[in-house]
């Protein structure tokens, strides 16, 4: 499976941004997604993920209410929807697939090449 992420740029704060990751190769469906994101210094960290069904999401505190995670499956792609952003959420972020709906970046077997949110205050 190739992920190519996309949709970041610079926002205000308080603004919104959608991420896309676009799925190639095998089947995607069959998937987890998880979403990470790293910003500089620090280690890559869980933002949040979907089971291949769409049942089941998982979210990390810190944007939990903010953040929303969908997947259309005739696109491949998998969405991460990123409402009232605060500067604290300036980071590369990262589209990752795997078997399970995990926390652990060990977790996922396939990355995505990662797309820079600079949130401004």
Known sequence: VQLQASGGGLVQAGGSLRLSCAASGRTFSSYAVGWFRQAPGKEREFVGAMSWSGGSSL???????????????????????MNSLKPED???????????????????????QGTQVTVSS
């Open 59 to 81: 979210y990390a505190d810190s944007v939990k209410g903010r953040f929303t995670i969908s997947r259309d499956y005739a696109k491949n792609t998998v969405y991460l929807q």
């Open 90 to 112: 300036t980071a590369v972020y990262y589209c990752a697939a795997g078997p399970q709906i995990v926390r652990s970046t060990r977790g996922y077997d396939y990355w995505g």
